[in-house]
């Protein structure tokens, strides 16, 4: 049975990052709940209308709505086939209780809860200082790449911006959301038995060889 994946840990912990490397190296399928409501925002869609004033808040999007989109996206045979990794969800107690129902109603395995740990001090520095491409979603920051705003993504020439919600105000309150919401998830999985703490402070490399470690690199294809 495929291999199913949780990439839990706070705003800047480097999910996104760690994410392109497991999708590529172990063939799960990426499910980021931040970069499906991102779109839906930019399509102006009725999820996306809805959900930006809690996003650009910092504050997270109400359960009811994040839920229903990764459970019809959960149903689909590519994730059977290979495997889901699920990025920035589940984010609350009632998320991970109904991602639990799904997932067995699915005869889908129990996931693999990567829980990235990186301090507070640490994650502002790489909020504040991350740029994305709008056209194929990379994850740059500027003091690595020396990209900025206005600048061409190397990868696909797409246009480089900064999120909305990494600005100062944005960042704290995402931080406080997730240390009163999100944190108490690391003890829902731990009784479970499912959770494998990876120290995420060093360089992605750093850290993509400590996940190799764990998720055992004998399984890497490609
Ligand atoms: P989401 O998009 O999930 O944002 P987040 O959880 O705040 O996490 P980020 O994407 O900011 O950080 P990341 O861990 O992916 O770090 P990254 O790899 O980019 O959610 C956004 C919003 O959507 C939420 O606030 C909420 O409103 C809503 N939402 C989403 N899911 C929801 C849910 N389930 N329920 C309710 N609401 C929901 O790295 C960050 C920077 O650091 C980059 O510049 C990167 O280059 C750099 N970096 C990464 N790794 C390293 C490293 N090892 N060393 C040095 N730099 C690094
Ligand atoms: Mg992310
Ligand atoms: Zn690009």
């Not at 504050?59 to 290979?82: A, F, M, S, Y």
């Not at 360089?203 to 294809?221: F, I």
Request: include cysteine; aromatic fraction near 4%; charge should be negative.
């Amino acid at each position: 049975m495929a291999r199913n994946y949780i990439l839990l840990g706070p705003p800047g912990a480097g999910k996104g990052t760690q994410a392109e490397k497991i999708v590529r190296d172990y063939g799960a399928i990426h499910i980021s709940t931040g970069d499906m409501l991102r779109a839906a925002v930019a399509a102006q869609t009725e999820l996306g209308v809805k959900a930006k004033q809690f996003m650009d808040a910092g504050e997270l999007v109400p359960d009811e709505l994040v839920i229903g989109i990764v459970r019809e996206r959960l149903d689909d045979q590519d994730i059977r086939e290979h495997g889901v990794l699920l990025d920035g969800f589940p984010r609350t107690l009632p998320q991970a209780e109904a991602l639990d129902a799904a997932m067995s109603g699915l005869g889908l395995s129990e996931p693999l809860v990567i829980n990235l740990l990186v301090a507070d001090e640490v994650l502002l520095r790489r909020l504040t200082g991350r740029r994305m491409c709008r056209g194929c979603g990379a994850i740059y920051h500027i003091d690595r790449e020396k990209l900025d705003v206005g600048d061409k993504c190397p990868a696909c020439g797409g246009e480089i911006y900064q999120r909305s919600d990494d600005e100062l105000t944005a960042i704290s309150e995402r931080l406080a959301t997730y240390h009163s919401q999100t944190a108490p998830l690391i003890e829902y999985y731990t009784a479970k038995g499912w959770l494998k703490p990876i120290d995420g402070a060093g360089t992605p490399d750093e850290v993509e060889a400590l996940l190799d470690a764990v998720l055992g690199k004998p399984g890497k294809c490609g």
